[in-house]
C-alpha cells in the first residue's frame, strides 16, 4: 500500500544502502503523487497514519542531507514546514495532521500532531516561519 510510512521507510533504507535512484524514485513517489497541491496526505489523529507524514518527511529530509538534493526536495518539504506551522493551534502551537487546515480547538492526540513536530525538526525554516511571532 502506498503510504508515506512506507515509502518513507523505503527512502531511509534505500538511501542507506546505496540505492540513490531507487530512493529518488520513492521520494518523488511521494511528493509527485500521494501530495494534493504539495502537501503530504491529509490523515486522521487517533489511529497509525497520524504519525506517517512525519517519519516520510524525516527520512526525505535525511535522503536531501546526505545525497545533496536541496534543490530537488527542500522547497517542497518547507512549503508543508510552513503549512504546519500555519495551521498551527495558536492558543498553545499544537499542530494536527491536516494541514493547511488549521488546528481545531477540541481534544489532540499527540501521535496525530507529531508529524507537524517531525517536519518542522528537519527542514530548515524559511524567512517567513523565522519571522513568525508566537502568541
Given amino acids: 500500500m502506498a503510504l508515506t510510512y512506507n515509502q518513507g521507510t523505503f527512502v ?5 544502502l ?7 524514485l520513492a521520494a518523488n513517489f511521494i ?9 503530504l496526505p491529509t ?7 497520524g504519525g506517517f507524514n512525519g517519519i516520510g518527511a524525516r527520512w526525505i529530509a535525511r535522503f536531501m542531507n546526505d545525497r545533496n538534493e536541496h534543490s530537488t526536495y527542500e522547497l ?8 504546519a506551522w500555519q495551521a498551527r493551534r495558536r492558543s498553545d502551537n499544537l499542530c494536527g495532521p491536516r494541514w493547511p487546515i488549521a ?15 517531525v517536519v518542522l525538526q528537519v527542514v ?10 508566537i502568541e
Fill in 12 to 16: 531511509g533504507a534505500a538511501n542507506f
Fill in 18 to 24: 546505496g540505492y540513490i535512484d531507487e530512493a529518488r
Fill in 31 to 39: 511528493r509527485n503523487y500521494l501530495c494534493r497541491d504539495g502537501m
Fill in 43 to 49: 490523515t486522521g489523529e487517533k489511529g497509525d497514519g
Fill in 76 to 83: 517542497w518539504l518547507q512549503k508543508n514546514a510552513e503549512a
Fill in 103 to 117: 488546528t481545531p480547538p477540541d481534544r489532540r492526540y499527540s501521535w496525530g500532531c507529531s508529524s507537524a513536530v
Fill in 124 to 133: 530548515r525554516p524559511t524567512e517567513n516561519v523565522a519571522s513568525d511571532n
